[in-house]
């Protein structure tokens, strides 16, 4: 959870969206001011969330790719599906591209809209096969509407760029910079903020962590957020590398000239996927998911999250707190294949100022069934204190107000993500499924109730939203960040 450079809004203009239409509300429709995290691609004060469908087919190119756009609204939401054959997106579908691979957002062209940068990593440019490139789709008054490239700064050097992406202000001057990894490399390029409409950064450098020996993966994830309380934001950078048993984790501090390996931390195993202050002492912290993790019960693939909390000295000397389905408080129990912490984010989820924890267990099996998926949230502690197990709540697609049902497969949990879709001041919860109806995929978007449930009048199916069911679009299996 970390800053996009957008100006917070105390209100909001009177309408809703639905169905694609603008229309007139009666009474009041003041949203509440959005969070500096959020999304607000046409700036109505409420906020917007990108899914991805990278492995959609388009236009009968297989895993072509789209992302599908929610657009937040007081009682309603408008979705609208992008890919590269929509009118004004650089490029066309073809087969392989995986479009929407990665997603990061934030108001590159300072025009007071938040505007999306989408990877397509399997783009084949020239002769140069699986090359990568990443477009960034510009914000507007009715939402996101056309694009531009960003030139790949070293096109001959490594492939697959685009393939993780993320947004900060690195060496706080005021201007969104735009991190860019690619496969096989260690190597990420920072374009300096300040870009224009053709997709020209004020700038570039690179930056290159100590995360890749040549046999493992490169730069799985990058993730940014204050973690040493000095007001610029770092870059923490998630790979592979074989001599680190394929996972290694840095934190590179921000600085006068960006992120920086100056002070670079090695950081513990685990997938990075969120960072954010969840004990309010201004540094922020770092939250992993250890799916593989046996936890304490010795399940395989049990799994456990852990967050590192931020200190003056960085986030590798700072306490850690870990969590289990086994520790006290936590509903369910650790068991096979669980793969708890696959997917976490972080958000004011009850409305209490609070950061919260939910965390996606897309193997947990229920009764009658497998891998059919749970999501947990824990919520942050009355004192401040971080995040606790009291209170704590999960639940499936059989839980009431959450549509469908629980079926073999669905990996309910696969992807999660918190926004105030509907402004009022409660974070919702956005839960992929990828396996849902056979491998096309869903996300449901449940509102915060007052009482603590999550209710949704209806799943978000490819379906509804122009996506092919041709092959496994995998819908939901990635949330804009």
């Given at each position: 959870?970390?800053?996009?450079?957008?100006?917070?809004?105390?209100?909001?203009?009177?309408?809703?969206?639905?169905?694609?239409?603008?229309?007139?509300?009666?009474?009041?429709?003041?949203?509440?001011?959005?969070?500096?995290?959020?999304?607000?691609?046409?700036?109505?004060?409420?906020?917007?969330?990108?899914?991805?469908?990278?492995?959609?087919?388009?236009?009968?190119?297989?895993?072509?790719?789209?992302?599908?756009?929610?657009?937040?609204?007081?009682?309603?939401?408008?979705?609208?599906?992008?890919?590269?054959?929509?009118?004004?997106?650089?490029?066309?579908?073809?087969?392989?591209?995986?479009?929407?691979?990665?997603?990061?957002?934030?108001?590159?062209?300072?025009?007071?809209?938040?505007?999306?940068?989408?990877?397509?990593?399997?783009?084949?440019?020239?002769?140069?096969?699986?090359?990568?490139?990443?477009?960034?789709?510009?914000?507007?008054?009715?939402?996101?509407?056309?694009?531009?490239?960003?030139?790949?700064?070293?096109?001959?050097?490594?492939?697959?760029?685009?393939?993780?992406?993320?947004?900060?202000?690195?060496?706080?001057?005021?201007?969104?910079?735009?991190?860019?990894?690619?496969?096989?490399?260690?190597?990420?390029?920072?374009?300096?903020?300040?870009?224009?409409?053709?997709?020209?950064?004020?700038?570039?450098?690179?930056?290159?962590?100590?995360?890749?020996?040549?046999?493992?993966?490169?730069?799985?994830?990058?993730?940014?957020?204050?973690?040493?309380?000095?007001?610029?934001?770092?870059?923490?950078?998630?790979?592979y590398s074989k001599s680190d048993?394929?996972?290694?984790?840095?934190?590179?501090?921000?600085?006068?000239?960006?992120?920086?390996?100056?002070?670079?931390?090695?950081?513990?195993?685990?997938?990075?996927?969120?960072?954010?202050?969840?004990?309010?002492?201004?540094?922020?912290?770092?939250?992993?998911?250890?799916?593989?993790?046996?936890?304490?019960?010795?399940?395989?693939?049990?799994?456990?999250?852990?967050?590192?909390?931020?200190?003056?000295?960085?986030?590798?000397?700072?306490?850690?707190?870990?969590?289990?389905?086994?520790?006290?408080?936590?509903?369910?129990?650790?068991?096979?294949?669980?793969?708890?912490?696959?997917?976490?984010?972080?958000?004011?989820?009850?409305?209490?100022?609070?950061?919260?924890?939910?965390?996606?267990?897309?193997?947990?099996?229920?009764?009658?069934?497998?891998?059919?998926?749970?999501?947990?949230?824990?919520?942050?502690?009355a004192n401040g204190s971080g995040i606790s197990?009291?209170?704590?709540?999960?639940?499936?697609?059989?839980?009431?107000?959450?549509?469908?049902?629980?079926?073999?497969?669905?990996?309910?949990?696969?992807?999660?993500?918190?926004?105030?879709?509907?402004?009022?001041?409660?974070?919702?919860?956005?839960?992929?499924?990828?396996?849902?109806?056979?491998?096309?995929?869903?996300?449901?978007?449940?509102?915060?109730?007052?009482?603590?449930?999550?209710?949704?009048?209806?799943?978000?199916?490819?379906?509804?939203?122009?996506?092919?069911?041709?092959?496994?679009?995998?819908?939901?299996?990635?949330?804009?960040?």
């Amino acid at each position: 959870m970390h800053p996009r450079l957008r100006l917070a809004l105390a209100t909001a203009t009177t309408v809703a969206l639905t169905g694609g239409l603008l229309t007139a509300v009666a009474g009041p429709a003041a949203a509440a001011p959005l969070a500096a995290s959020d999304a607000d691609f046409n700036d109505d004060g409420y906020a917007d969330v990108a899914v991805s469908a990278s492995a959609a087919t388009v236009a009968g190119h297989a895993a072509a790719g789209q992302i599908v756009v929610i657009y937040g609204g007081r009682s309603t939401t408008r979705k609208v599906a992008i890919s590269q054959n929509t009118a004004g997106v650089p490029g066309s579908a073809e087969k392989e591209d995986r479009f929407g691979g990665d997603t990061a957002y934030g108001d590159f062209d300072k025009d007071g809209y938040d505007d999306l940068a989408v990877g397509a990593l399997g783009e084949d440019l020239g002769s140069d096969k699986d090359g990568g490139t990443v477009i960034i789709l510009w914000g507007s008054a009715s939402g996101l509407k056309g694009g531009s490239t960003v030139v790949d700064p070293r096109p001959t050097k490594h492939d697959r760029f685009g393939r993780a992406l993320e947004a900060a202000d690195f060496d706080k001057d005021g201007r969104v910079d735009l991190a860019i990894a690619s496969r096989d490399s260690a190597t990420v390029d920072v374009l300096r903020g300040g870009f224009n409409r053709s997709a020209k950064p004020a700038g570039r450098y690179t930056v290159t962590p100590a995360i890749f020996d040549g046999a493992g993966d490169g730069v799985q994830n990058l993730h940014s957020g204050d973690a040493n309380g000095d007001g610029r934001e770092d870059l923490i950078v998630n790979g592979y590398s074989k001599s680190d048993g394929y996972n290694a984790n840095y934190w590179l501090p921000g600085s006068s000239r960006g992120a920086t390996t100056s002070g670079a931390q090695k950081l513990p195993a685990g997938i990075i996927t969120d960072i954010g202050d969840t004990n309010h002492d201004g540094f922020q912290d770092i939250v992993f998911g250890i799916n593989w993790d046996s936890g304490i019960s010795g399940s395989a693939l049990g799994g456990r999250v852990m967050i590192a909390k931020g200190t003056r000295s960085g986030p590798a000397h700072g306490q850690r707190q870990s969590f289990t389905q086994n520790t006290p408080g936590v509903p369910g129990g650790s068991e096979k294949a669980d793969s708890f912490g696959t997917e976490l984010d972080l958000g004011d989820v009850n409305g209490d100022k609070r950061l919260d924890l939910v965390i996606g267990a897309p193997g947990e099996d229920l009764s009658g069934g497998k891998d059919q998926g749970t999501v947990t949230v824990l919520y942050g502690a009355a004192n401040g204190s971080g995040i606790s197990t009291v209170g704590a709540r999960s639940f499936s697609q059989n839980t009431p107000g959450v549509p469908n049902s629980d079926e073999t497969g669905d990996f309910f949990g696969s992807d999660v993500h918190v926004d105030d879709l509907d402004g009022d001041g409660r974070g919702d919860v956005l839960v992929g499924a990828v396996g849902e109806d056979g491998g096309n995929g869903a996300v449901y978007a449940l509102r915060s109730q007052t009482n603590g449930t999550f209710t949704s009048p209806a799943g978000i199916y490819v379906t509804s939203v122009g996506v092919s069911t041709a092959g496994s679009p995998r819908l939901g299996n990635n949330f804009s960040d």
